[in-house]
């Protein structure tokens, strides 16, 4: 069945390094969509962005992600982290219902 | 005000007691759902309604009944709450295909003593 993998548990950066979390995942659709939603403390998920191009980046609040389905991945970057970061980001696969994943929590330290 | 309410905001209540949530979009959107957020923060979908009609049933215990009056409305209740019930569940709203964009409500978090 489809599924999402992300990189596990607590990811813990100095502030100005850049951001990489890992995303892959597995479904029988050829063009599924792919979404990164970010939680930050005591709120809900919100979209920060979604792609279904293969090859193609997609940008926004700097944050980039780029969705490669030779590989079925969709990884989230940032060229340099900042404080307000710091938050509980999920990956998300579009199929019979959005999938999500088990969610990362980023940590940015001064 | 356009986006999705949730009442109420938390709830501490003891085992075997019913319970009941309420989630309303404004968004215009013709789907709706529940998850179930836990202590580790795993987001899981519970149900998920379009039109009143219930589309998505995971697999979850029988004493979780979910409740649509129309497309605007989703509410959610428990009979007989039992302890591992404790989390936050989300209500979220979008128009019907996997690919939108879901709005989340603010959470109600449960609390079984």
């Known amino acids: 069945g489809d599924s999402v993998t992300q990189t596990e548990g607590l990811v813990t950066l100095t502030e100005g390094l850049p951001v990489m979390l890992n995303c892959t995942y597995q479904t029988i659709y050829s063009n599924p969509f792919l979404f990164w939603y970010v939680q930050h403390l005591n709120e809900s998920p919100r979209l920060l962005l979604k792609?279904?191009?293969?090859?193609k980046r997609t940008e926004h609040q700097g944050f980039h992600a780029t969705l490669h389905k030779s590989s079925s991945s969709f990884h989230l970057q940032k060229s340099s982290a900042q404080l307000s970061d710091s938050a509980l980001y999920y990956c998300a696969l579009s199929g019979t219902y959005q999938r999500f994943g088990t969610g990362t929590k980023l940590q940015v330290v001064p | 005000e356009t986006a999705v309410f949730q009442t109420p905001n938390y709830h501490v209540t003891q085992v075997g007691n019913e319970v009941s949530f309420n989630c309303k979009q404004t968004l215009g959107h013709d789907t709706m759902y529940w998850y179930k957020q836990d202590s580790k923060k795993l987001l899981k979908i519970m149900f998920s309604?379009?039109?009143?009609?219930?589309?998505v049933n995971e697999t979850v215990p029988r004493r979780f009944s979910p409740q649509s009056s129309d497309k605007a409305h989703l509410n959610l209740r428990i009979k007989s709450v039992e302890p591992e019930d404790s989390a936050v569940y989300l209500c979220?709203?979008?128009?019907?295909?996997?690919?939108?964009?879901?709005?989340f409500g603010p959470g109600t978090r449960l609390l079984v003593l």
């Open positions: 792609s279904f191009t293969d090859n």
């Open positions: 979220a709203s979008s128009f019907l295909g996997d690919q939108d964009t879901q709005y």
């Open positions: 309604y379009n039109n009143k009609q219930l589309i």
